[in-house]
């Protein structure tokens, strides 16, 4: 055998026991080490290999199988007709490749009609029906054999055990998934922790940990779903003829299918679709990590076939890698605002999601002890959108002895003041105030951010020079600065210090509620500042209210109207607010009773999807206008669900609870209440 022959018989010997090793993990020890995209690109080297040089295939290789190892404690099922996996593609030419393969198979010149779906993060299972009856469910397992796990599958909502109407197969299997969604999740682990156990690293752990408990009592008290997505082994019927229609046909029984799934043509088409699922994946109730497009001809399925672990007419398309694995380096403390310590991890740099990553938050110390995270420890990484990075937990394996703990700093390490953490509170804050710089930088800017004072070309680079050299200890100070005095500054021309001076000058005239929102309350936001701002109609009864007399407001509870108080009872807080008002800083005085003489007022609504005229949040500027509050979740109360395109669950929830529905041409109308 050549050198380079035996290099790459080496290389494909320890990516099989690496794979190995991983689908033990993840399959039967639910403690995976590894993300799934470092999974794949594993995988995905081995297939590469033993493609260019076949006889390095040995029947053994995960390439020709399917899952791992079956886990101990439940029978064992084989399946009728294989269970198999789905060849990935990462990027848009894998995409547009897999097109180019069917349409030469198929000996096809024009587009391709594909039906596509998300591609749940879950667990495979299947589902035998007799006579219209749930006779047994079963994983996936290694593709040729799987677990039985009818008894917890039977504990799953929205599996149905009896199907509905007749029209359908004597037997017959339906795939699908089972997966848990993230507001079940949620609630879930909180309730987990509650009790002192431990909670699930992210929901697919959630949905695979609770769909193989031995005790079916246990996985029936976990908030499970299911969406079909195929039809395996069949008795003699008349079936429908293509893939969409196999799933409206499932739905007609009752069989719970995706609701984003959608037919598109050709390999235009599909990239579009999975475009557009990318920028959704964020807003959907349930993860997913790519989109599934299948040949939606069930006879062009049939003739194009398989090969050794999948179906050549599918193709799972991969998002970037949400979920990483990388070492924690150290640990650094960020002070914000309200002196909250956030610690932020220092990572070896990973890409996420397609972005390399060095920075991610830790929450705070409580969290730290809820995953059991260590310096030098290798820790999973997630990044979902535009999210800011986050550890999730420590990737599976033995740890290393070296590996330090983490531990909350006795004093800031901005201003080495003293931090204090409340009993029963997660949060540790700095006690060091407008001393502490950190707690000035953040200050500000919150103070010039687009929804307080907004104040353009204050930027982070510029408060930073503004703090550290003394110019601005607080937000009156501000107003203090002239052209002349900026022009001092690292990169302020003339120009830009005379467009700086005049942005101050036009930020002198706001609203009461945007001036209340500026100063920095802990936990007064946009919401609640406009509701303190109408309720008072001026800021003299304000700061003299009581703390009864705030909590009897409308998006104040006790421990908000308590920081409102304590806010206003402190002199140098006072002092500033004098000082702005002594700049110059001023809003129009509120007519006697104008918030009951809007048109909206005492009406709550809810913006859904993407509106065409305008965005969701001039939508909820000019509804507020109007005196109505635009709340972010749906209940009883909500006057109504404003729908835009594709909207999210809040419209589901809206046709629940029987709340009024409004498209665009509804809310055009409310409007014209101006």
């Known amino acids: 055998m050549s050198g380079i022959a035996a290099d790459q018989a080496r290389r494909a010997a320890e990516l099989r026991e690496q794979i ?39 029947p ?9 190892a079956l886990a101990s404690g439940f029978p064992e099922v084989r399946h009728q007709l294989p269970m198999l996996s789905l060849n990935n593609g990462f990027a848009e030419e894998d995409l547009r490749a897999f097109d180019r393969r069917v349409r030469e198979r198929l000996e096809v010149q024009g587009e391709i009609d594909y039906m596509a779906e998300p591609k749940l993060d879950g667990l495979a299972i299947s589902l035998l029906y007799r006579n219209g009856q749930l006779l047994r469910a079963a994983t996936r397992g290694d593709g040729e054999t799987g677990e039985e796990v009818t008894g917890n599958v039977r504990t799953v909502r929205s599996v149905p055990l009896s199907l509905s109407g007749s029209d359908w197969p004597q037997e017959f299997e339906v795939r699908g998934e089972v997966f848990m969604r993230r507001p ?16 699930f690293m992210n929901p697919r752990n959630a949905a695979a940990g609770s769909l193989r408990q031995l005790d079916p009592a246990v996985t029936a008290r976990r908030p499970l779903s299911f969406f079909a997505y195929g039809l395996g082994w069949t008795a003699e019927h008349v079936l429908p003829h293509t893939q969409s229609a196999v799933l409206d046909w499932f739905a007609g029984m009752g069989i719970p299918v995706c609701p984003e799934r959608a037919r598109v043509q050709g390999a235009d088409g599909a990239f579009a679709y999975h475009q557009a699922m990318a920028e959704r994946r964020a807003r959907l109730p349930y993860d997913i990590d790519g989109v599934v497009f299948k040949v939606n001809s069930r006879e062009a399925q049939q003739r194009m076939g398989f090969v050794a672990r999948a179906p050549r007419w599918a193709l799972a398309q991969k998002f970037p890698a949400e979920e990483r694995t990388t070492l924690l380096l150290s640990v650094d403390f ?6 909250a310590l956030t610690p932020v991890a220092r990572l070896d740099p990973v890409l996420v999601g397609g972005v390399m990553v060095s920075n991610a938050t830790l929450h705070n110390m409580a969290e730290i002890e809820r995953k059991g995270i260590r310096i030098g420890d290798r820790v999973i990484v997630r990044r979902a959108g535009d999210v800011i990075p986050e550890v999730v937990g420590r990737a599976g394996g033995e740890r290393m002895p070296e590996t330090q703990t983490i531990e909350l700093p006795s004093v800031c390490p901005e201003c080495g003041s003293h931090v204090e953490q409340e009993e029963g509170k997660a949060v540790a804050r700095c006690t060091g105030g407008l001393v502490c710089p950190a707690q000035r930088r953040e200050a500000l800017r919150h103070f010039v951010s687009r929804k307080a004072l907004d104040i353009e070309g204050f930027g982070d680079r510029l408060i930073e020079q503004l703090v550290t050299s ?16 900026l022009e001092g500054f690292e990169r302020i021309g003339p ?3 005379r467009n700086l001076e005049d942005a101050l000058d036009r930020a002198r005239e706001t609203t009461l509620a945007r001036f209340i929102h500026a100063l920095g309350i802990r936990e007064v936001g946009e919401v609640t500042a406009r509701s303190l701002a109408e309720h008072f109609g001026g800021l003299e009864p304000l700061m003299h209210a009581s703390e009864a007399t705030l909590e009897a407001i409308r998006d104040v509870g006790p421990v908000v109207a308590k920081h409102i108080a304590h806010f206003f009872d402190e002199p140098h807080n006072r002092e500033v607010i004098e000082a702005l008002l002594a700049a110059g800083v001023h809003w129009p005085r509120p007519e006697a009773n104008a918030a009951e003489k809007r048109p909206l007022a005492g009406r709550t609504y809810v913006l859904t999807g993407a509106l065409s005229a305008m965005t969701r949040e001039e939508a909820g500027a000019r509804l507020q206008a109007l005196g109505a509050k635009v709340a972010g979740s749906v209940s009883k109360q909500t006057s109504a ?24 041409g509804g809310l055009r109308a409310l409007l014209a209440s101006e």
């Open 20 to 58: 190995t090793y991983h689908d033990r993990r993840y399959y039967v020890l639910d403690d995976p080490e590894i993300s799934d995209a470092e999974y794949d690109e594993l995988l995905a080297e081995l297939q590469q290999l033993e493609s260019r040089h076949p006889e390095l295939i040995v």
């Open 60 to 68: 053994d290789s995960p390439t020709q199988r399917v899952g791992g």
């Open 184 to 199: 079940d999740f949620l609630r879930l682990n909180e309730r987990l922790l509650e009790s002192g156990e431990r909670g």
């Open 334 to 339: 960020q002070v914000g605002r309200t002196g």
């Open 470 to 485: 003394g110019a601005v200890n607080n937000p009156s100070e501000l107003f203090r600065l002239n052209a002349e005095r």
């Open 495 to 497: 120009k830009s210090a």
């Open 641 to 664: 669900v404003i729908a835009g395109e594709n909207p999210g669950s809040k419209l589901s929830r809206a046709e629940a609870l029987g709340v009024p529905i409004l498209d665009e």
